[in-house]
């Protein structure tokens, strides 16, 4: 059974740090982009970094310089965030998918794989 498992998500005060992690068991499928979009309520899921097989990575400017993705294996991936906003306040989701489309690369439907996410909440 295809299955995306976040973890890592909490509290954390403005300035702080998080790391989130993500497994992924999906069987048959070889996994060509990773990523994590967020959702704060009554908005649109945002993508906010992706890397892809190759290790390219893309950050979404909300998240450029604060963000760092990456990925051991095809298995596992993270996203250390650093500087931490009230604005970073979201339930985060980690994604997958066995092609990478540049141009839709931080596209929800570019993602046939989704976690069922992980909260951030950031106080000031």
């Known amino acids: 059974q295809a299955q995306l498992v976040e973890s890592g998500g909490g509290s954390v005060q403005a300035g702080g740090s998080l790391t989130l992690s993500c497994v992924a068991r999906?069987?048959?499928?070889?996994?060509?982009?990773m990523g994590w979009f967020r959702q704060v309520p009554g908005r649109e899921r945002e993508g906010i970094a992706i890397?892809?097989?190759?290790?390219?990575t893309y950050y979404a400017d909300s998240v450029k310089g604060r963000a760092t993705i990456s990925n051991p294996n095809a298995q596992n991936w993270y996203l250390q965030m650093n500087s931490l906003k009230p604005e970073d306040t979201a339930m985060y989701y980690c994604?997958?998918?066995?092609?990478?489309?540049?141009?839709?690369?931080?596209?929800?439907?570019?993602?046939?794989?989704w976690g069922r996410g992980t909260q951030v909440t950031v106080s000031s």
């Open positions: 994604v997958a998918d066995k092609r990478c489309f540049r141009p839709m690369i931080f596209a929800r439907g570019a993602y046939n794989f």
């Open positions: 999906l069987p048959g499928y070889t996994v060509q982009c």
């Open positions: 890397i892809s097989s190759d290790g390219t």
